[in-house]
């Protein structure tokens, strides 16, 4: 390959969440003496990120003026591109794209022009924990509708149970996760069209975060929510960002994608009242240097790297994890398995069977935060060698011990 998806890289005291901050009430314990940690819980890659992202940043760098700015015509252009060859989206203009300081942010600006606070808003579960959070903590009920997984070990919506939870709760906004954080579905295009329909009938408003849209599977294809009809495009608030794809989180920067005027006109009305809804310059070099020619190249290795460790590591727990189950994930870089059998045959209960693993540096992330009682969410992006490394260490000192 031409990028470097092998280089271990030493991240520790480098502001890396995913090591530093192992023993805070809501992360991994730090491992016992004698094993370096492996980092699979935090959302983020633990690759070298495109260099032309670097370059992008260290040009505007050079340059010693970072006063008061506004957008440059190549940060839309950018993204009009990307989305046109990554997700066949022809008719997306500038005055479509809004700068949005994280999706979760987006996520509130875009609730607040759908709906009041203490409204009713469907969500999927599992769910990501950073939705369940915000809207909590921001006064929305959340109603769940259970995804299930079919006979095909596929990840599925429930649209009847959806339906009978719009009417009964007097549903008008919901949080639609594509592809889907933290199962790793990428859902079918007739799927998407059956969901907006089911809105549309009941005049739901979607917000529809798409953060994961660029890490899809080989054999998968990734369906933009508004893009399935008119309908669609009108009553649905998009969000994207670079941050998954080529881990830029800690730069910080996502953006939405609103048609309806209208929607579009409040949703930036209620981004701008914190004040604080603004760019960062070095943000939008880092985008416009990512959504490059290189970086179609580089996502796409990216994905194939994912792929064979997605690959390895489901058939090492078809191999050696008896009553450990997954649906295999479709897109993103996580893995959500299901220990209900393991914990029953071996009379354990998830915090231990947890804790064998953060003993021994496998910083893997209790799956209760997003609705699963006996999952665990694990993170491949890593290169392959320390993949291999830490199912190594499940073997021998987690299931198998």
Request: hydrophobic share 40%.
């Amino acid at each position: 390959m031409k990028y470097d998806f092998v280089s271990i890289m030493d991240r520790k005291g480098k502001d890396a969440m995913a090591l530093d901050c192992l023993g805070e009430p809501w992360a991994p314990a730090p491992p016992k003496d004698g094993y370096d940690v492996i980092p699979m819980w935090v959302a983020d890659m633990n690759f070298p990120v495109l260099p032309d992202i670097c370059q992008a940043i260290v040009g505007r760098i050079n340059h010693p003026s970072f006063g008061y700015f506004e957008p440059r015509p190549e940060y839309y252009d950018a993204i009009i591109d990307w989305h046109k060859k990554r997700k066949n989206v022809a008719d997306l203009k500038a005055e479509y794209i809004g700068y949005e300081n994280g999706v979760l942010g987006g996520v509130l600006s875009a609730l607040g022009t759908f709906c009041s606070r203490g409204d009713n808003v469907l969500i999927h579960n599992p769910a990501y924990s950073g939705f369940t959070k915000v809207l909590k903590q921001n006064g929305y009920n959340m109603i769940f509708s259970d995804l299930f997984i079919d006979d095909k070990g596929v990840w599925r919506m429930d649209y009847k149970d959806m339906e009978e939870k719009i009417v009964r709760n007097n549903i008008h906004a919901a949080l639609f996760c594509t592809p889907h954080n933290p199962t790793g579905r990428v859902w079918e295009k007739w799927e998407v069209e059956k969901m907006m329909d089911l809105f549309k009938k009941h005049d739901v408003y979607v917000v529809s975060d798409e953060i994961w849209s660029d890490i899809i599977m080989p054999g998968h294809v990734h369906t933009p929510t508004q893009s399935v009809s008119e309908d669609a495009k009108n009553r649905t608030v998009a969000l994207y960002a670079p941050s998954k794809t080529f881990n830029l989180a800690g730069i910080v920067g996502s953006y939405h994608v609103i048609y309806n005027k209208r929607l579009r006109d409040r949703v930036n009305k209620e981004s701008s009242l914190s004040h604080y809804n603004e760019m960062n310059v070095l943000s939008m070099y880092s985008l416009i240097g990512a959504y490059s020619s290189a970086g179609h190249e580089w996502a796409d290795e990216l994905c194939q790297v994912l792929q064979d460790n997605i690959s390895y590591a489901c058939d090492y727990i078809d191999n050696h994890f008896e009553g450990v189950t997954y649906a295999r994930p479709q897109g993103t870089y996580m893995l959500y398995i299901d220990c209900e059998k393991w914990l029953t045959n071996h009379n354990m209960v998830l915090n231990e069977l947890l804790k064998s693993g953060w003993d021994v540096g496998v910083a893997w992330q209790n799956g209760a935060a997003y609705g699963g009682k006996y999952h665990i969410r694990i993170n491949l992006a890593l290169p392959l060698s320390l993949v291999q490394e830490a199912f190594r260490r499940m073997d021998k000192y987690v299931f198998n011990k």
